[in-house]
């Protein structure tokens, strides 16, 4: 049911008013003056004003201005028994859906209620449309394993809260991107985030840096310095590398956490901050308070909730697309025309296990692109490291489904490793058998049977 705010300074027309449009399904609230009508918007969802355009405290446009300023873009109609051109012009421009004559058609009046709220109900819808467009548009997350959707599902779930959020993955696997997205999903997203990279600050640097100091508060201080606690007010924090956050430091984020108050270096007054904190870490913070260099009071008010960013050998069906992004994204950059990536290229890169996660991914495509000529990269365009690596993977290239059996296909797979084992141990065969972790009476049999000797 919409809401209507009927104001007017004539009671005769408000009673008129509120009984034609309650009839009509809607609820109403009267105000017989401008700054009654600003309490009642104050205090109830309105979804249209029908406003008199004379009256004592303030003209209706006057009243219009205020309310659409102050309060939000509802729609107006404007009602008068003193029309002009004028006013009438005045009105609409000021944002008025509509102008109604006193004494006024009640047909006329109830149609151009509907219009005016259907038109606010299009453009709000068309707002919402808009952000969701722009939300996928500058979502820069890609993947499609079920790892990856998992934590997007979860980032949905607890980015719209004020809860600190611990972002834990391995180095390169895309810990920053997450803070960025989980900022961007949130209320706060007007506002600024912040990102701190805790590593890269000396212990009292670190803290007039986060806390900002006072004038004076140590040599070199010569003014007030906002901290960046401050300048993320309404926003985020973002404190990467949280793992080497110093020590002595620990207990005065910890109050961040708590009262959301602190202290400027060298201040007295205590000043209050909302902000949202997300801290992200490659390193075993569990294992750290063991050793005593991350006090668990912290690690306990950070971790409320926890991320987990998978590794990228841990999600490598999302090898291709990302890949694939990676090459078009590069040759763009660099003016080359490779656009596809061979069938084998494709296969080393899904079988490298990936120590630096999606950083080196996008490294060694980068490095690929130019190194390639053609518009398609190839195997001789990666980092031998990579090719190295899957040479010992890749042999079970016989497609399951072509009438061999998967017996038939182990023994090919057995076969292929005892041939690069051998390789690889130039003939010794007990270096052979060790390194394929069997006996080596083992692996006489097995050269018999698959004819290698
Ligand atoms: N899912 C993804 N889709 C596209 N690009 C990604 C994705 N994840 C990470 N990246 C890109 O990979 C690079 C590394 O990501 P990021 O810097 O967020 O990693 P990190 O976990 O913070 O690494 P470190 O621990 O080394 O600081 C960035 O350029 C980022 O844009
Ligand atoms: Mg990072």
Redesign the pocket.
């Known amino acids: 049911m919409d809401n209507i705010l009927v104001v007017d300074d004539e009671k005769n027309y408000l009673l008129v008013l509120r009984q034609l449009l309650e009839n009509s399904g809607y609820r109403v609230f009267c105000a017989a003056n401008p700054n009654a009508a600003l309490k009642v918007l104050e205090q109830e969802q309105i979804d249209l004003v029908l406003s008199d355009l004379k009256m004592p405290q303030m003209s209706g446009l006057d009243f219009m201005r205020r309310v659409r300023e102050e309060i939000a873009p509802l729609p107006f109609i404007i009602i008068t028994a003193f029309a002009t051109v004028t006013t009438a012009i005045e009105a609409m421009k000021n944002g008025a859906c509509d102008y109604l004559l006193k004494p006024f058609d009640n047909d006329e009046i109830l149609l151009v209620i509907d219009k005016a709220l259907k038109l606010q109900r299009l453009q709000s819808q068309n707002q919402m449309l808009r952000r969701q467009l722009a939300h996928n548009k500058h979502s ?4 499609e394993s079920n790892a ?1 959707k998992h934590l997007l599902h979860q980032m949905q779930q607890v980015a719209p809260a004020r809860t600190s959020i611990l ?1 834990c ?12 997205e989980l900022h961007r999903l949130s209320p706060r997203r007007d506002n600024a985030m912040v990102s701190v990279n805790c590593a890269a600050f000396a212990e009292n640097l670190l803290e007039s840096e986060l806390f900002g100091h006072e004038r004076g508060a140590f040599t070199g201080a010569t003014g007030r310095k906002i901290g960046l606690l401050e300048a993320a007010n309404g926003g985020t924090l973002f404190l ?2 949280i793992g080497e956050f110093p020590l002595p430091l620990q207990a005065k984020l910890l109050r961040v956490l708590q009262d959301k108050r602190f202290r400027r270096v060298g201040g007295v007054a205590e000043i209050e901050s909302d902000v949202r904190i997300i801290a ?3 390193r075993d913070l569990e294992q750290m308070i063991d050793a005593g260099t991350f006090r668990d009071d912290l690690y306990y008010r950070l971790n409320v909730v926890t991320l987990q ?1 998978p590794p990228l050998r841990q999600r490598s069906e ?1 090898i291709p697309l ?1 890949a694939l ?2 090459l078009r994204r590069y040759a763009r950059e660099c003016g080359r025309t490779v656009d596809s990536i061979s069938a084998e290229a494709l296969q080393a890169l899904c079988t490298y296990h990936w120590p630096g ?3 080196e ?2 490294n060694v495509l980068e490095r690929g692109v130019l190194f390639c000529d053609g518009d398609e990269l190839l195997p001789s365009h990666l980092p031998l490291t990579l090719i190295d690596e899957t040479d010992g993977v890749d042999m079970p290239t016989i497609p399951v489904g072509n009438g061999k059996t998967l017996p038939e296909i182990l023994e090919a797979v057995e076969k292929n490793l005892i041939e690069q084992a051998l390789r690889q141990a130039a003939g010794v065969q007990a270096q052979a058998a060790a390194s394929l972790g069997i006996s080596r009476s083992n692996l006489q049999y097995k050269l018999k049977k698959y004819s290698l000797l």
């Open positions: 820069q997350i890609v993947g990856i972002i993955g391995e180095s390169g696997t895309g810990k920053e991107l997450v803070a960025q990467d590398e992200a870490t490659n960013v999302d990302l992004l990676f996660n999606i950083r991914l996008q």
